[in-house]
């Protein structure tokens, strides 16, 4: 086996880089607005994003261990607006820089040659370090994310190769409803149509360690 003795250690360290994706669930209640228009917003379609970061792990024992994982990701998500009377369509791309540092317990089953499989779970807040005025939708600068996600630890001869993919679901409502940005009331009618948006990504990582 390569590196039989690498976890028999209590600290681990390493890196990551990935890419991921990045979706919102908007909540619309019909508004309507004094022209009688109802405009309903949706994700087109998704753009991959780039995230990196560090990894800080500490096992408590052999199978259970605590990560802290600083990070960053980089994307844009993409939101096209319906006017539902004639099928109007405007676009709106936010683009984010998230500060994030999960908290995570992994959960690993026996190791078998040289793969051993697990799970994560745990909690991940953000911070978006670029947050501008927008015309439609303007998001909170801050969330918290529930994450759960699988791996592979592989032991290679000089070093431990770990994909992963997590799913995050956000547990704030990420849409700022209070536009005192904007002097245009007619700019207003997209705020109004949704009660609270709650952000989702999926990240696909490759550890170093």
């Given at each position: 086996?390569n590196?039989?003795?690498?976890d028999?250690?209590?600290?681990?360290?390493?890196?990551?880089?990935g890419?991921?994706?990045?979706?919102?669930?908007l909540q619309q209640?019909?508004?309507?607005d004094?022209?009688?228009?109802q405009?309903?917003?949706e994700?087109?379609d998704?753009?991959?994003?780039?995230s990196?970061?560090?990894?800080?792990?500490?096992?408590?024992?052999?199978?259970?261990?605590?990560?802290a994982?600083?990070?960053?990701?980089?994307?844009?998500?993409?939101i096209a607006f319906?006017n539902?009377?004639n099928?109007?369509?405007?676009y709106?791309?936010?683009?984010?820089?998230?500060?994030?540092?999960?908290?995570d317990?992994?959960?690993?089953g026996e190791?078998?040659?040289?793969f051993?499989?697990?799970?994560v779970?745990?909690?991940?807040?953000?911070?978006?370090?670029?947050?501008?005025?927008q015309?439609?939708?303007?998001?909170?600068?801050?969330d918290v994310?529930?994450?759960i996600?699988?791996?592979?630890?592989?032991?290679?001869?000089?070093?431990?190769?770990?994909?992963?993919?997590?799913?995050?679901?956000?547990?704030?409502?990420?849409?700022n409803k209070?536009?005192?940005?904007?002097?245009?009331e007619?700019?207003m009618?997209?705020?109004?149509?949704?009660?609270?948006?709650?952000?989702?990504?999926?990240?696909?990582?490759f550890?170093?360690?």
């Open positions: 086996m590196r039989p003795y690498i028999t250690r209590r600290f681990h360290y390493g890196f990551f880089a890419v991921h994706l990045q979706d919102i669930e209640n019909g508004y309507t004094p022209n009688g228009n405009w309903f917003a994700v087109p998704y753009e991959p994003g780039f990196v970061g560090i990894l800080g792990e500490f096992y408590i024992n052999k199978n259970i261990a605590f990560r994982i600083p990070s960053m990701h980089f994307g844009t998500k993409k319906r539902e009377a099928q109007e369509r405007q709106q791309n936010i683009k984010s820089t998230y500060f994030s540092v999960p908290l317990f992994k959960f690993a190791r078998f040659n040289n051993r499989p697990y799970l779970t745990g909690v991940n807040p953000m911070l978006d370090l670029t947050v501008k005025k015309k439609q939708y303007l998001l909170t600068n801050t994310y529930l994450e996600g699988m791996g592979c630890d592989f032991y290679l001869p000089f070093f431990k190769f770990i994909p992963e993919i997590k799913f995050l679901y956000g547990l704030t409502n990420v849409v209070n536009r005192h940005d904007i002097s245009d007619s700019q009618i997209f705020t109004k149509s949704v009660d609270k948006g709650k952000s989702k990504m999926i990240v696909f990582t550890y170093f360690e």
